[in-house]
Nanobody, 126 residues
Framework: QVQLVESGGGLVQAGGSLRLSCAAS????????MGWFRQAPGKEREFVAR????????YYADSVKGRFTISRDYVKNTVYLQMNSLKPEDTAVYYC???????????????????WGQGTQVTVSS
């Protein structure tokens, strides 16, 4: 079982950048595909990015492609989400999640992920 703790959220102006971190404990992230989701007020939780286990294939939601980058550091047992060119519509609570299954079927669904962090707030002002 893995425990996940997000950090790095905050208030930033439109066009700015933030880097979110997801520190894992209890297990190594090498055994999981890792994902980022976000949830804005009154909206459903939505997929943002994923990095597969092993080869580290990355996937992005169309809304963040070209602006966000997911990465991982096995030594630090941490996953990152670099967010550039932020927009007000990126405002949400961002969650880190771990998927212990093999393969990448249905990776945009939150149901695929087994473990979740508590979330970190990102607010982008216009």
């Amino acid at each position: 079982q893995v425990q996940l703790v997000e950090s790095g959220g905050g208030l930033v102006q439109a066009g700015g950048s933030l880097r979110l971190s997801c520190a894992a404990s209890g297990s190594t992230i090498s055994g999981y595909a890792m994902g980022w989701f976000r949830q804005a007020p009154g909206k459903e939780r939505e997929f943002v990015a994923r990095i597969s286990r092993g080869a580290g294939i990355v996937y992005y939601a169309d809304s963040v492609k070209g602006r966000f980058t997911i990465s991982r550091d096995y030594v630090k047992n941490t996953v990152y989400l670099q967010m550039n060119s932020l927009k007000p519509e990126d405002t949400a609570v961002y969650y880190c999640a771990a998927d212990r299954t093999v393969g990448n079927i249905g990776y945009t669904s939150s149901n695929v992920y087994n473990y979740w962090g508590q979330g970190t707030q990102v607010t982008v002002s216009s």
